[in-house]
């Protein structure tokens, strides 16, 4: 029997990536004196690798590889997305990135059908925080019985762990829970501990191998917003 959703964050909640992640990278590499400029075609590869810290990394070795590297590469990573995750959160607060159609909807019915909700992330807790809080409201995070996030493990997806967390968390096996997801990576994650998974597609994902999710949808959407199912079991 269904007992709890477990809800990926970016892409699937709220398009953060396009908007939000991507500027506030640029913005933090403007304020540390880099050229550096993430458009949006470059940043669709990039999300190939996820987490912020892993990503510049990603980045300098793929696309930079004559930068001078820092004898502290990682601090000056470190420093690069703390200031990030500072400017990210900002922009949060000024209520630019909405939820998606349909998200809080089905939270609030989830919630008053007795289902439970976690969350399995790998942005940092903060960002996701903010996220919930500049949208739903200052309890909403209180909705979740499980915020897993970041660093919390020592893997980001593709690999499981941070599902693995949210579930014992939860204290639940994977057959009472259903994951969201809008990405490959997200998707594979959660089908590694035998999640069944529905995806809504956003336009960095929608041409990316969704082989193994139990229902591929557009978004969520609503009474007067009919989803389109891309791609069923
Ligand atoms: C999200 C990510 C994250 C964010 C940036 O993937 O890949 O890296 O883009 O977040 P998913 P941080 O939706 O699969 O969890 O900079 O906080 O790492
Ligand atoms: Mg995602």
């Known amino acids: 029997r269904l007992r709890a959703l477990i809800f990926d964050v970016d892409g699937?909640?709220?398009?953060?990536?396009?908007?939000?992640?991507?500027?506030?990278?640029?913005?933090?590499?403007?304020?540390?004196?880099?050229?550096?400029?993430?458009?949006?075609?470059?940043?669709?590869?990039?999300?190939?690798?996820?987490?912020?810290?892993?990503?510049?990394?990603?980045?300098?070795?793929?696309?930079?590889?004559?930068?001078?590297?820092?004898?502290?590469?990682?601090?000056?990573?470190?420093?690069?997305?703390?200031?990030?995750?500072?400017?990210?959160?900002?922009?949060?607060?000024?209520?630019?990135?909405?939820?998606?159609p349909g998200v809080e909807r089905l939270l609030r019915a989830a919630r008053a059908a007795g289902l439970r909700l976690g969350i399995a992330t790998t942005t940092t807790p903060v960002n996701v925080l903010a996220?919930?809080?500049?949208?739903?409201?200052?309890?909403?995070?209180?909705?979740?019985?499980?915020?897993?996030?970041?660093?919390?493990?020592?893997?980001?997806?593709?690999?499981?762990?941070?599902?693995?967390?949210?579930?014992?968390?939860?204290g639940l096996s994977a057959a009472e829970c259903l994951a969201f997801e809008d990405s490959r990576n997200g998707l594979l994650a959660a089908r590694a501990v035998g999640l069944p998974t529905l995806v809504t597609v956003n336009a960095y994902t929608r041409d990316h191998d969704f082989t193994g999710a139990s229902l591929v949808i557009d978004e969520l959407g609503g009474p007067e917003r009919p989803f389109t199912v891309l791609q069923g079991e």
């Open 131 to 170: 996220l919930l809080e500049n949208t739903l409201g200052p309890e909403s995070p209180a909705w979740f019985d499980v915020i897993a996030a970041g660093e919390m493990v020592p893997a980001k997806k593709p690999a499981p762990d941070i599902y693995v967390y949210a579930l014992d968390a939860l």
């Open 12 to 100: 699937t909640l709220a398009d953060t990536e396009r908007d939000g992640h991507r500027v506030a990278f640029n913005r933090a590499f403007a304020e540390a004196g880099l050229d550096w400029d993430w458009d949006v075609p470059l940043y669709g590869e990039l999300l190939e690798v996820t987490g912020g810290r892993e990503r510049i990394l990603y980045y300098l070795d793929r696309f930079r590889p004559d930068f001078p590297r820092p004898d502290d590469l990682d601090g000056f990573i470190r420093g690069l997305h703390q200031a990030k995750t500072r400017i990210y959160t900002d922009l949060l607060g000024s209520g630019r990135i909405p939820l998606r």
